[in-house]
């Protein structure tokens, strides 16, 4: 599905015919959330897994040029985003795209449209995030002209233990279909000398799953430059279930 652009923010009095434009924007969703195996999450919006790279095309108003536009992706999570803090992660053209490292490769331009290959940091903080894409354009006297677009819909980055450089890396894939994909399975309970088994019904991939346990992340006291912690985010997430 793609985004029609609806606003942008001006940085100077008037908008040049030069600038370079996004006037929508395809996520890829249903690709996307097959390759990263959060097909299964009920809610809508585009699920990533942190480390593993993904695709989207940007339609532009004009013809883009690799010699004077310049294309700045922007993943902004947090309540008081900083850069300093790993909140706000400029996402710049590289020239080869290494695994578990931001960074973005133009794989294709056709006529007004722009296809990238973007890959995310495999330690970065997880949550849901704000994507901005701005575009430089760079004048013959070297003025630049830009523009930013703001994309509706929230997406979020999750955990990934796919990736080798993610710390909740699994290395058997039956473990992963096991513990990551399965929906159903049994909870042991009691004690050392005294227990049982009983079936349980997961359910982690219920629309209000994934939302509850960020609204709790949320509500926990845990800094937000520390969400790439997988257990810090168990302890807070913990916290904040046992006081309530």
């Known amino acids: 599905m793609a985004c ?3 606003s942008a ?26 390759a990263h195996k959060t097909s299964l999450y009920e809610i809508p919006n585009l699920i990533l897994r942190r480390g593993q790279s993904f695709d989207i095309s940007i ?22 985003p900083m850069q300093s803090k790993n909140t706000v992660i400029p996402v710049t ?23 990238l290959k973007i890959c995310t940091g495999s330690s970065c903080v997880v949550g849901r995030y704000t994507v901005y894409i ?43 279909e096991e513990y990551i994909l ?6 042991w309970m009691g004690t050392v000398g005294k227990f049982s088994v009983r079936p349980w019904n997961f359910a982690q991939f219920d629309d209000v799953c ?17 969400r790439g912690d997988p257990l810090l985010v168990v302890r807070a997430i913990s916290s904040v279930v046992s006081h309530n």
């Open 4 to 6: 029609v652009i609806k």
């Open 9 to 34: 923010s001006r940085n100077s009095d008037f908008m040049s015919e030069v600038l370079l434009k996004p006037k929508s924007v395809e996520l890829q969703r249903s690709l996307n959330r097959q």
């Open 59 to 80: 339609t532009f108003d004009r013809t883009f040029s690799e010699a004077d536009d310049e294309i700045v992706l922007r993943f902004v999570t947090g309540r008081q």
């Open 93 to 115: 053209k590289v020239r080869n795209l290494q695994p578990g490292e931001w960074g973005y490769q133009i794989t294709s331009t056709e006529d007004k449209k722009v296809s």
């Open 134 to 176: 701005d575009t430089i354009h760079r004048n013959n006297d070297k003025r630049e002209e830009k523009y930013r677009y703001t994309h509706p819909d929230d997406i979020f980055i999750i955990f990934n233990p796919w990736c080798g450089a993610d710390t909740v890396f699994l290395e058997d894939e039956n473990e992963r």
């Open 182 to 187: 399965n929906e159903t399975g049994r909870i």
């Open 210 to 226: 994934l939302m509850a346990a960020l609204a709790m992340l949320e509500k926990s006291e845990l800094a937000d430059s520390a």
